[in-house]
Nanobody, 115 residues
Framework: QVQLVESGGGLVQPGGSLRLSCAAS????????MGWYRQAPGKQRELVAV???????NYVDSVKGRFTVSRDIAKNTVYLQMNSLKPEDTAVYYC?????????WGQGTQVTVSS
């Protein structure tokens, strides 16, 4: 059974930081592209950051220089370090694992940036 379990969300003030974690089980973790998506109320889900099986990364323009995606293969865990958070980063953040046509989703974790 495949499970992706996110943690680390919460309420943070503008300019603050959070680190999201996504622990994966039931998949050959190192062979999957691991992505972080987010969905704000009334908006479509968007890809925020991805780390590919080879270790390269990609980010949506709005988070470049502020967010960093990384992984620990030994722990089957992917992270999203979020710095200099803005109110517009408020959303539910989802972990995604993808390999060719197969993909899995986590349940999501809420991130709220507000003073």
């Amino acid at each position: 059974q495949v499970q992706l379990v996110e943690s680390g969300g919460g309420l943070v003030q503008p300019g603050g930081s959070l680190r999201l974690s996504c622990a994966a089980s039931g998949i050959a973790f190192s062979f999957y592209a691991m992505g972080w998506y987010r969905q704000a109320p009334g908006k479509q889900r968007e890809l925020v950051a991805v780390i590919f099986s080879g270790g390269s990364t990609n980010y949506v323009d709005s988070v470049k220089g502020r967010f960093t995606v990384s992984r620990d293969i030994a722990k089957n865990t992917v992270y999203l370090q979020m710095n200099s958070l803005k109110p517009e980063d408020t959303a539910v953040y989802y972990c995604n694992a993808r390999r060719v046509t197969v993909e899995f989703w986590g349940q999501g974790t809420q991130v709220t940036v507000s003073s």
